[in-house]
């Protein structure tokens, strides 16, 4: 199974217009994709997206003979701000001793709320929205990027852009995960920005990082 998290700033996105690539990766992975529809800001603000897409993860563990799932094959994956989300529900399982996450895909993660100012265009914006103080902006569940201790977390493969305006802190992200003893890839897309509603909707823009998602996943769940 992948749990998959959709992104939009927290501010907007849903099950439709994610629909595109969850039936994309379901159809090509041949896994079950549970999409998340979580709480948006600023009428629902951090933590709480974190955490009910933390508790949809906790479901699938206490339902899993129901619904005909292997517990121990389930990875989690989002793109943007839902692939913040992602990275953040693998530290909050692996904080509350629930480490079973296999694997996580991140597309375009924002991982570092506390850099966002003007020269990030709309991620300031989108930050005031979603938190709810300055101080969250430090908080590892708002920004895993600030975690102290990566250690233990589930292998990553993480995609940026090389003209996407988060492009560094993905790589930082890769590079600690890495110092950390985690098996992580970070593949950066040439001539690429921030692939937004391509990657929903998966369209020929998105295709690389769609086939890379794909191939990884596969691979992930033939040696899970």
């Not at 994610?18 to 549970?34: I, P, Q, W, Y």
């Not at 296999?102 to 020269?119: C, I, K, M, R, T």
């Amino acid at each position: 199974m992948l749990i998959f998290i959709h992104g939009a700033g927290w501010v907007a996105g849903n099950l439709d217009t994610h629909d595109n690539v969850c039936r994309c990766l379901c159809a090509r992975v041949k896994c079950v994709v549970v999409s998340v529809d979580y709480g948006l800001a600023p009428e629902h603000k951090f933590p709480r997206p974190v955490a009910e897409s933390y508790q949809v993860y906790e479901w699938i563990l206490k339902h899993s003979y129901q619904i005909a799932i292997d517990p121990e094959r389930i990875a989690i994956g989002g793109d943007s701000s839902g692939g913040n989300i992602a990275a953040a529900a693998c530290l909050m399982a692996k904080d509350r001793k629930n480490a079973k996450i296999v694997f996580q895909l991140l597309v375009n993660p924002a991982l570092d709320l506390s850099v966002y100012d003007e020269s990030f265009g709309n991620m300031q914006w989108f930050r005031e929205q979603y938190l709810r103080d300055e101080k969250d902006s430090t908080h590892p569940y708002a920004s895993p990027l600030l975690a102290e201790n990566l250690a233990e977390l589930p292998p990553a493969f993480i995609v940026v852009g090389e003209l996407d305006v988060l492009r560094t802190e993905g790589e930082a992200f890769g590079r600690q995960l890495r110092e950390a003893g985690v098996n992580v890839n970070v593949y950066c897309q040439a001539d690429k920005g921030h692939l937004a509603g391509d990657f929903a909707r998966a369209t020929e823009e998105a295709s690389e990082a769609v086939d890379l998602s794909v191939a990884v996943l596969r691979e992930v769940f033939r040696n899970s």
